[in-house]
């Protein structure tokens, strides 16, 4: 009888442990099951009039908010989209100078910019006003190729960092079209993404001036991933530093403007170029 006693209080801490841990099991997989059928549950037995696609993205965005605030979700449009087309304006200032203005920094715009700087640069040039003025995008890799048509030898253009990989750095690889003479760079509050890791490469190393405003500060990589074919969620991947170890992207949790301050501030809405 004893033994029997004993054999009870054994194994009778293990059976209550089993059982807590069947229905902890159980009770997370109907926690986890819950958000993928909440929103349809509320719209198909709710009395209050409910939207889940609107709803799921309303709740979605709010926790996206808590990551980074330019992380957002979307739902994804099948009409058709009117695509424009990015260009390169260039232009004579004078017999000395030439004027070069990308639409957006994309993945095209590369190869255009290459073949106006080409066409425009000469042994008579003498400066090039590269305007970004209004110049947005999210392609990086053109950015840090044009960057590279004014930087000599394996100068560092910029850095990037990331939780989940290790710090990848962006240098200078090849001649450029344009590594001597004057340079200077036309920013404003809408020059941004991008275009703004062309602008912290040629201040870092001196290689030009910066004339304008204050820039964006929102150069961070970000990535899109379609969920259900209904959704496409916008996540930041990489947060992009000049080579000084200045962060290009404005800190929200601190609160801060980032941005990169000009060498010259000029008011181009009472200035002429």
Known sequence: MRNLFRFGMVFLPVILLGAIIGYNISWRSQITSIPMDLFDTLEN?????????????????????????????????????????????????????????PSAISADIYSKFAKELDAAVSPKVERVVLDLRGTAGDNYDAAIRIADEFLSGDKLIAYAKSIHTSTQEFRAQRPGLYEEGRLELLVDNLTSGASEVICAAIKSWKRGLLIGTKTAGEALRKERFVIEDKFEITIPTLRYFSPDGDRLQKNFAENTTGGISPDSVVDFKSHAL
């Open 45 to 101: 037995h709710s009395l209050t009039p409910v939207k889940s696609d609107a709803l799921r993205m309303e709740v979605v965005n709010k926790i996206l908010a808590q990551l980074d605030s330019s992380a957002a979700i979307t739902e994804i449009k099948h009409s058709a989209e009117l695509m424009i087309p990015v260009q390169v304006v260039r232009c004579n200032l004078d017999s000395v100078s030439i004027y070069l203005k």
